[in-house]
């Protein structure tokens, strides 16, 4: 089980280039990935994708992705205009004529001049050479973003199965006292007809006819197996290796379904406020939920 937030980061060096690249995710309901990457190679946006879908399969992860030469190799960042250096050089040549003084550029005023002087990366980099070294450094920092994720996945399963037991014991609250009601509800029905002065027989077919009614209206058999099925399905979700978060999260609306269907049911305020305590852990439950892959 995995968490949709993370962060990681990976590193490689080869011929003559280094790549670092840093990944981090955070909460969606699809994948969507965004890559961040130096213009000179933009075109390998293509590839980092399908290179990143396979460790992912819900959140939003945003790669960012940087090349540059290694240390050996700073003079090829550095790229000068020879052309552009001479006439802005005769430009004060030419000026210092006009004024009738001699004007002479410093280094300062070279370096000020746009496109006489440029550090940077190369303005052309070879895709496949740019992939080689970014490749493994993708790897890594994905692999790292996945380890962090899963750790804390663990912690969320930690928390699930205690919320799920609670819900567990919620449910058996409920079906150890449902089996009652019938008998209170025929006990509160003899009350009511003793005190209008109305004498029945507890075998009256009256009687025993509304008691049936009502134990069919307020019978909750049918919820209480369906919340163990779920429950059963929920421990299954949460220890399989695969993607769990939308599985999980179907199978809390259908059991708040069912909770909610006892609440309506069970005519009984024990049911009632139980079934409120389950719905509030469930919908916690379901907050958590949203953070799982």
């Keep these: 089980m995995q968490s949709m937030t993370g962060f990681g980061r990976g590193t490689h060096n080869t011929g003559g280039w280094t ?5 981090a995710s955070v909460n969606r309901k699809q994948v969507e990935i965004v890559a961040n990457l130096p213009r000179q190679i933009q075109g390998l946006e293509g590839r980092v994708r399908q290179a990143t879908l396979p460790h992912i399969s819900r959140g939003r992860v945003q790669l960012s992705i940087k090349l540059e030469r290694l240390e050996g190799d700073i003079s090829d960042q550095i790229r000068i205009n020879p052309a552009l250096a001479r006439s802005f050089e005769s430009a004060f040549s030419d000026l210092s004529m006009i004024i009738g003084r001699q004007l002479l550029p410093t280094p300062a005023d070279f370096l000020r001049q746009p496109g006489v002087m440029e550090i940077g990366e190369a303005e052309s980099v070879d895709p496949d050479e740019a992939w080689e070294v970014i490749s493994p450094a993708l790897e890594q920092a994905l692999a790292n973003l996945n380890a962090m994720r899963s750790a804390e996945g663990g912690h969320l399963k930690e928390d699930f199965l205690a919320r799920l037991g609670q819900l567990m014991a919620f449910t058996q609250i409920i079906a150890d006292h449902a089996p ?8 509160l029905l003899m ?3 003793s005190d209008l002065g109305i004498p029945l027989e507890l075998d009256d077919e009256r009687l025993v006819r509304e008691i049936a009614l009502f134990a069919d209206r307020c019978d909750i058999s049918e919820e209480i197996t369906r919340l163990h099925s779920h429950f059963a399905k929920f421990h299954g979700y949460i220890d399989a290796p695969e993607a769990a978060g939308r599985s999980l999260d179907f199978l809390c609306q259908e059991l708040f379904r069912e909770f909610n269907t006892i609440g309506s049911k069970a005519n009984d305020a024990l049911v009632a406020q139980t079934v409120v305590e389950a719905k509030t852990e469930l919908e916690k439950l379901r907050e958590q939920i949203q953070n799982i892959e």
Excluded: G, N, W
Aim: a positive charge; zero cysteines.
């Design 191 to 193: 009350k009511r007809l």
């Design 180 to 187: 009652s009601r019938p008998a209170k509800q025929r006990e």
């Design 19 to 23: 790549a670092s690249v840093e990944a």
